[in-house]
């Protein structure tokens, strides 16, 4: 019995030695495994066919202390799915698979990790060559995957459903979850912090493409890229990062927070996409209140770096501390005080923050936060009087100027009661003699003060005739000319933009005053270079006057003004770049279509920055000049309104004449043609021309057009006309809206959609200025939060002359399609000799009170 006891234990002992160490490419219940027992494999012990993958007990970085029940590509040795990623175990941890599922178990027995309870008991365990986990019952059928289950990656074939987030990892040897995840929804993806704070979307990023409108049901990544499907008709929705065909691929939610495509080509690893593409837009690029830029991290004014660590971001120089969320150490009542933010400094997810409803004033701002224990710290727009809180715990800041510049930040802290006390101390052992003394000291000082202000008062007199002249010192008669202009923007050397725009080589558009060329300052910022050609009297004015009033205007739909140059006769302006060129290459070039959705967002960027220069601005600025080429997009389809500067300021005693005709014929109201008064209606009716131009995806005056008919039996109702607002005008009266979308985007638009902005485009075209919504009524409506407007048809029924005068001269030879439809309105008129398609485009900055049109 004892030898029979001593054969078998040796049997055995045999069977461990010759199985420890070898690869299965299936396993079946009662297996156990550890890392120490398949060290020969670095903790491997089940591959796929291919040997491409590989299932270990594995220790990541080589580190001791965690190890993982994980999946690895054995080429590039990445961990692309743990079980145990919240419960590691040492090398002494144990695997086991029974019938029941998998268990990964610490040395003293207590569990770390195991599957759910299955519906079938498991008869065994296969790794997949696309690197998924598959648990198999008798039948051959699946019970459970680890692609159902992602951590932090997601590899070829693999799909993300929605409502299955993906967390990032807390750092590359520790695979627990951190705090950034990637979030799939039916309608967008976003990557957010804690699951609560939105810091990037797919419908907000330029590089990806919307192919229609449809719910997304699942995200999968391929050898050409990322996609998002309809599940219904398996059809694509959206396209990201698309890229050469590569053998291994996988997404990653870094550790970091950034969302990350890349590939392996058998050495190294290529990225191909990264989101967001500013790191200054990851929640933590700089620590807490750390303030990123393009030259690294620093702290605000008023906030000093933390002496805790590196990491741990900006402190109050004053001694204060930041608030807490758990409201220990003042919460509520008079301790806390609050902190601003230098301007410029913008809170990382300020483009995803949702405004707080109700709250329309900085006071009232600052006292729902002081009420609020979990609110650390606002910002309060003056602008649209939006207030957006910062919960539970701060992030970086970055720095821009260009973004909502009136969006001010303060962050709240609890003084510290030891400052005060000592305070006290100090007031309690002031010596007497001082205040005896005190009052003489002040008396004196206030004399002094009085003869010093009155000096400067007498310098300042007597500097009235002196002026600030642009040019050099001893330059030619031309810069002589002088103006005092508080405020004005940077002044850059001639030979900087030169040498920036290298020898003004790229032009990249040509406007009413000269070209516009592409640079790249020596900051490495890309800007846009405007050299005024045209500089008479006239346009020496308007170029003092944009770099006076325009440098000082910040709208996030109006493109900035950086600076200028002054040299001779030369004058140049520095404007910030917008790197997807005007709407009208977009809207009518050859390139990607323009999806209905980005089609809105455009016409509402646009509306905003027209209701901001008619009411938001200190001066009422009205454009003049709307029109497709204006209008200028950015990445994320950032619109931007530009040509607003080139115009003479008007003061009152001047705003009751106007003596330029002004604009792009085809895009001109009525009032300039008649004796009516020009207003900021004006721009209202162009702007209606440019919607109508959104809708249909054409110039609204082109020989490519439709019949359109009315059932009215009116002659002028039924014209085969290319005049756009003409059609738009018949199908209105049909309510045939669905006609007029641009065939390029028919099926992803509903008829309701397009009505809404037809209507809204016509009742911005009504002949009678008085009809026309204000842009602020426009945006009203855009956004949903107005009724939209009935289009008034008498008012627009001089739409079928033009339409008439369109179809009968369109056909000539040399005829100008959009100069025809002014022929018989501007005969008589003292502005009507100008010819051609453009006149002098300008922007006019105007008093509140009424301007009138040419006489």
Known sequence: MARLLLSVATLLLFFSIATAGRLFTEIQPNFTASNFRFVDNNGAFLSSPNDTFRVALYNPLSQQSRFYFCVLHLISNVIVWAGNRDSSVTNTGTFSLSPAGILVSHVNGSIAWSTPPLRASVAAV????????????????????????????????????????????????????????????????????????????????????????????????????????????????????SSSPAGFRVAVVAADGRFVIRSYDGRDWNEDFAAPDDNCRLPLSCGPLGLCSASGCVCPSGFHASAESPTAGCSPVDGSKLASPKCDGGGFGTSVSYIRLGTGSQYFAGDYQSQVAAVSTFGACQILCSRNCSCLGFFFQNSSSSCYLLKDELGSLFYSTTEDADRLGYVKVIRNPDVTNDDNKSKKNFPTAL??????????????????????????????????????????????????????????????????????????????????????????????????????????????????????????????????????????????????????????????????????????????????????????????????ENILLHDRFQVKISDFGLSKL???????????????????????????????????????????????????????????STDNGSDEGSVSTGYFPLQALEMHEQRRYTEL????????????????????ALCCAHEDPGLRPTMATVVAMLEGSAPVGEPRVQSLNFLRFYGRRFSESVGAEGVDENRVLYQGLTTGSSNSSTSGTQTSVGVSYLSSQQISGPR
């Open 126 to 241: 296969r790794l997949g060559d696309n690197g998924n986990l598959v648990l198999f019952d008798a039948n051959n059928r699946s019970l459970w995957e680890s692609f159902d289950h992602p951590t932090d990656t997601i590899v070829l074939g693999q799909r993300l459903q929605v409502g299955n987030p993906v967390f990032g990892s807390v750092a590359a040897s520790d695979l627990a979850t951190g705090m950034f995840s990637l979030s799939l929804t039916q309608s967008d993806a976003y990557l957010q912090w804690k699951s609560e704070l939105s810091y990037w979307s797919l419908s907000t990023d330029v590089r990806a493409f919307k192919f229609l409108n449809a719910e997304v049901s699942f995200m999968e990544l391929n050898s050409s890229g990322l996609f998002f499907y309809d599940g219904v008709r398996n059809v694509v929705v959206w396209h990201l990062a």
């Open 435 to 628: 205040l005896i003394l005190l009052p003489c000291i002040g008396a004196g000082l206030l004399i002094v003060l009085m003869t010093t202000l009155f000096l400067w008062w007498r310098r300042l007199k007597d500097a009235k005739t002196r002026t600030v002249k642009l040019g050099r010192p001893n330059s030619s008669s031309s810069e002589t000319d002088c103006i005092d202009i508080p405020g004005m923007p940077e002044r850059y050397k001639y030979e900087v933009l030169e040498a920036a725009t290298d020898d003004f080589s790229t032009q990249i558009g040509v406007g009413g005053f000269g070209a516009v060329y592409k640079g790249t300052l020596p900051d490495k910022s890309l800007v846009a270079v405007k050299k005024i050609t045209n500089v008479g009297v006239q346009g020496k004015k308007e170029f003092l006057t944009e770099i006076a009033i325009i440098g000082g205007i910040r709208h996030v739909n109006l493109v900035r003004l950086r600076g200028f140059c002054a040299r001779g006769t030369e004058r140049l302006l520095v404007y910030e770049y917008m790197n997807r060129g005007s709407l009208d290459r977009t809207l009518f070039g050859s390139g990607p279509v323009l999806e209905w959705q980005e089609r809105v967002d455009i016409a509402l960027g646009t509306a905003r920055g027209l209701a901001y220069l008619h009411g938001g601005c200190e001066h009422k600025i009205i454009h003049c000049d709307i029109k497709p």
């Open 741 to 760: 979308a641009d065939p390029r985007v028919e099926g992803r638009v509903m008829s309701e959609e397009v009505a809404k902005l037809v209507r809204v």
């Open 650 to 708: 008007m003061s009152p005693e001047q705003s009751n004449l106007f003596t330029t005709m002004r604009g792009t014929r085809g895009y001109l109201a009525p009032e300039w043609l008649t004796n009516a008064a020009i207003s900021d209606k004006t721009d209202v009716y162009s702007y209606g021309m440019v919607l109508l131009e959104l809708i249909s995806g054409r110039k609204n005056c082109s020989p490519r057009g439709t019949s359109g």
